[in-house]
């Protein structure tokens, strides 16, 4: 297997995060986007000068991302909302699962046409209590898929024409065909089986070639995978158990930013991973595209 890995993987800010999740790199800035779901926190992280500037959004968040009118959109616990990087305050815009006190939302992105997707799953992570959501620029909300576990990676083809999605438990990537004008989606079918023995499929990034960087829980790694073969194609370890999530960044889009974990971990098994739950950076030899940004 070649490696296009470039440079060794640099733990840039030893957070220490409970559950980091769902970097964003926001190309103007410069920065970071990442959130720690359990200590219900939204991040920004400077790599210039390795500021972090934390937000309590007062709730757990799944995932956070850019708008374009400079904000940043959340999926919580409590649904969705609209944090002013100024002030620090939430307005809250709606909670499609108000009536299942079971569930949070977890990772999330907007999609190519600047629609805000976002999954949930039941705090149990034992039935497929949870669903898919889509926030269109009106800000209102519909349910895209029904059945989901543990609502993770999502990504989409150079074309804008796939969709491709994780719900973990599945240890599947399943693509979709994606209009754009309307941000639906149709003909299911699964373009990657992770095996046993490499950890669990969480956040997901893709590349300038079309193949799909996805952080393994419990894996160690970040892997790359050919989502027209199916087979995995590269490999980048890290010091830390619970690779949750991964965003392509950097000037030169060519950074790897991942995000870690160290909920549910006892302490000898901490003791034997310092940097778990830490933010990550890693050079390669391909490139991947910034995040699409909300549009509402
Ligand atoms: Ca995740």
């Given at each position: 297997m070649s490696s296009i890995q470039q440079s060794p993987v640099e733990c840039v800010y030893e957070g220490r995060a409970q559950l980091g999740e769902g970097p964003s790199w926001l190309p103007h800035e410069k920065k970071v986007l990442w959130v720690d779901i359990e200590k219900s926190l939204v991040h920004l992280f400077d790599p210039q000068t390795r500021a972090n500037q934390t937000f309590d959004v007062g709730c757990h968040v799944g995932c956070a991302v850019p708008s374009r009118r400079g904000d940043v959109l959340i999926a919580t616990a409590k649904g969705f909302g609209q944090l002013n990087r100024s002030s620090g305050q939430v307005t809250w815009i709606t909670?499609?699962?108000?009536?299942?006190?079971g569930n949070r939302f977890n990772d999330g992105k907007a999609d190519p046409a600047g629609r805000f997707w976002a999954g949930s799953l039941p705090y149990a992570e034992d039935s497929p209590a949870g669903g898919l959501y889509v926030l269109d620029e009106r800000r209102v909300s519909r349910k895209a898929l029904n059945d989901v576990t543990i609502s993770n990676g999502l990504a989409w083809s150079g074309d804008h024409r796939t969709m491709y999605y994780i719900d973990t438990p599945t240890m599947r990537v399943d693509a979709f065909d994606f209009d754009?004008?309307?941000?639906s989606i149709s003909n299911r079918r699964t373009v990657i089986r992770v095996p046993e023995g490499v950890g669990y499929p969480d956040g997901m990034a893709i590349d300038d070639e079309g193949m799909l960087w996805v952080g393994m829980w419990d894996g160690w790694a970040v892997l790359r995978w050919d989502p027209r073969t199916g087979r995995q194609i590269d490999k980048v370890e890290l010091?830390?158990?619970?690779?949750t999530a991964c965003c392509f960044g950097g000037e030169n889009r060519d950074e790897l930013y991942l995000t870690s974990a160290t909920t549910r971990l006892d302490a000898a098994t901490l003791a034997k991973q310092p940097l778990a739950g830490g933010l990550f950076r890693v050079k390669l030899g391909v490139k991947g595209p910034p995040p699409f940004e909300y549009i509402g």
């Open positions: 909670n499609p699962e108000s009536h299942l006190p754009p004008a309307t941000s010091p830390v158990a619970r690779v």
